[in-house]
């Protein structure tokens, strides 16, 4: 008997030293392989980048800081494997910065928000009331296009899209089907510093007029329906890029919206993650990761309030990141274990 006892209790360290390598290394499918992430030029997607990004490292992977790029720039960059990833893919919306051939050789993955990149064009409720303005078709009469010309040039100026953008595509092509040219100056410059000033002539009374996106802060500074209000383009005049998805140019149910249902000219976007296809088929961990990972709309809108309101460098959105897996642990732990088990 003591014989049997000593064997079961010999076998159960083998059988338990046997199993502690192997888990040690579906804990880390990763270790030692370098990753290259991109990210987006916009500081709004900058939390979900962070999210993955600490992802990856928990599953052994050295992941090195991300290359800010322009659109196009990371779409040519990602298809040659110059860079792995990036999680600021908005579709159909980026499918007219994609480079011939793109899908050959990179992919899209999961859903970081589905349905959740909403774009358009608001304008102060006060003006939007005192004006009767319902779309922009409006800014062709004296009176609105005196009332927002910031520069004395005669046209209403447009806090709009910096080069490279999207957005910057979409509406140049806005102001040339709707004959906006001589009407609409769309000012180019840094968003973020375009919006700040946005938000200090609205504080001062001023009437303003811009173009935002969500997930963003803007939205939670100037409210629509309290502050600002979403107007309308004049008809729905797709571009090319767009036409798969004419029917996502419209919607109804907007918070703050002229009308419902609302004419945006802009495509609801799904925000997904771009990767190149030869680093995802090597690492199945990290594609089963891109594929189960999510983000409500409301955090990341939160999120970017905080670092509209200083909390923006690398350290605080570490800090973000930290606190959210904190508030969410289950679900985080869970899309691990689902990446491991794929490495297997």
């Not at 793109?102 to 990149?117: H, I, S, T």
């Amino acid at each position: 008997m003591k014989r049997l006892v000593r064997l079961l209790l010999l076998t159960a360290v083998c059988l338990s030293l046997a199993v502690i390598p192997v888990s040690a290394d579906d804990m880390k499918p990763g270790k030692g392989i370098k990753v290259e992430p991109a990210r987006a030029t916009w500081n709004t997607g900058f939390f979900q980048e962070a999210l993955v990004r600490k992802a990856l490292t928990e599953l052994g992977y050295k992941v090195k800081a991300p290359k800010d790029l322009q659109n196009p720039i990371f779409y040519k960059s990602v298809a040659l494997g110059d860079v792995d990833y990036w999680t600021n893919g908005w579709f159909p919306n980026h499918d007219s910065q994609l480079p011939k051939g793109f899908y050959d050789d990179a992919g899209v993955y999961g859903y970081v928000v589905k349905a959740g990149g909403l774009q358009g064009y608001l304008v102060s409720k006060d003006a939007v009331e005192k004006f009767g303005i319902k779309s922009l078709d409006d800014f062709k009469r004296p009176e609105v296009m005196e009332a927002f010309d910031k520069n004395g040039d005669g046209k209403a100026d447009l806090t709009a899209c910096p080069p490279g953008w999207g957005c910057e595509n979409v509406i140049a092509h806005h102001m040339k089907v709707y004959g906006l040219d001589d009407y609409i100056n769309p000012v180019k410059a840094s968003y973020e510093a375009g919006m700040a000033s946005a938000l200090g002539d609205f504080k001062g009374g001023k009437p303003i007029f811009f173009y935002t996106w969500a997930p963003n802060w803007t939205i939670f500074k100037l409210k629509p329906g309290k502050d600002v209000m979403w107007i309308n383009v004049p008809e729905i005049m797709p571009k090319d890029s767009q036409k798969s998805a004419v029917d996502r140019m419209t919607v109804s149910g907007v918070e703050g919206a002229v009308s419902d249902p609302i004419k945006l000219g802009f495509v609801v976007s799904d925000i997904r993650i771009v990767a190149n296809k030869k680093f995802v088929e090597k690492n199945p961990a990290v594609k089963k990761f891109f594929e189960v990972f999510t983000l409500p709309l409301a955090d990341i809108n939160a999120q970017n309030a905080r670092m509209n309101a200083g909390e923006k460098s690398e350290k605080d959105i570490q800090k973000h990141v930290d606190e959210w897996i904190a508030r969410n642990t289950d679900k985080w732990n869970g899309w691990l274990t689902e990446a491991r088990n794929a490495a297997k």
